[in-house]
């Protein structure tokens, strides 16, 4: 096709395509854009003021979290994002784990264990060697075993399942760094035998495990984990104080 013409479609089903002239085209999509509004409510856009800012791709704030039933926060725009041609936005859910939206679909909110940890400014491993080899740690693999709005410390694992199952569990220190949590030798053994102790220690005589208030039908490393959050997060605090 020759470069200098564009093909655009004014019908629904992209039928009906029309050649312009390139140096039109960009007049047209100029009025495009600065005529956009919400699919919605039909109102523009208001990005720099205002409760109206383009959240997807074609729909307003306000709109979005009326069709999510009002079940978000929203906590503003995701600030890490330099060179994406997208916008991402960010949301609370009643648990305080952060979803997002971004304008390059209307699709609903997805959640992320990454942005949640990062929003409450705890560090995220994005590697780590093993066996003589740098393993990377990817996004959407990573679950946390403890409270991240409360808690100064939480256990973080990595969990891999695809080809060969390995997990990677560390601690993650809030406006601090991420270290590996080993079982075998160090201070994170010793907080882990510490917390597998006191996990066992909650047994009751009907065979239930009690954490946070639960009953727990049975033995979890995982909630093992959850106690050795309480109990770094209990020892962090504690140094920060007599400081």
């Not at 997002?100 to 990454?114: A, G, H, L, Q, R």
């Not at 808690?151 to 973080?156: E, G, H, K, R, Y």
């Not at 270290?179 to 907080?191: A, H, I, P, Q, S």
Request: contains cysteine; proline residues 4%; aromatic residues 12%.
């Amino acid at each position: 096709m020759n470069p200098q013409v564009k093909i655009v479609y004014l019908d629904a089903y992209h039928s009906h395509p029309i050649a312009i002239a390139e140096s039109a085209f960009a007049d047209i999509e100029r009025q495009v854009l600065a005529a956009r509004v919400c699919r919605i409510c039909g109102l523009p856009y208001t990005e720099e003021t205002g409760n109206r800012p383009r959240v997807t791709q074609n729909i307003c704030l306000v709109c979005y979290l009326k069709k999510q039933q009002d079940t978000y926060t929203f906590v503003g725009k995701d600030e890490t994002e330099s060179t994406s041609h997208y916008t991402t936005s960010l949301y609370l859910d009643v648990k305080g784990i952060v979803h997002y939206s971004t304008t390059s679909n209307d699709n609903d909110p997805e959640e992320s264990i990454e942005m949640t940890l990062r929003f409450y400014g705890f560090p995220v491993p994005d590697s780590i060697e093993a066996s003589g080899e740098q393993i990377p740690l990817y996004a959407g693999n990573w679950y946390i075993h403890g409270d991240v709005r409360n808690q100064s410390v939480v256990v973080i694992e990595f969990i891999k399942r695809i080809d060969d199952y390995r997990h990677f569990p560390f601690l993650s220190y809030k406006q601090g760094e991420a270290v590996l949590l080993d079982k075998r030798r160090g201070n994170t053994r010793r907080l882990y035998l510490a917390a597998k102790k006191q996990h066992e220690a909650s047994k009751d005589r009907r065979g239930y495990y009690h954490l946070h208030g639960r009953e727990i039908g049975n033995f979890s490393e995982t909630n093992v984990y959850y106690i050795v959050s309480d109990l770094a997060s209990a020892e962090y605090d504690a140094k920060q104080q007599d400081k």
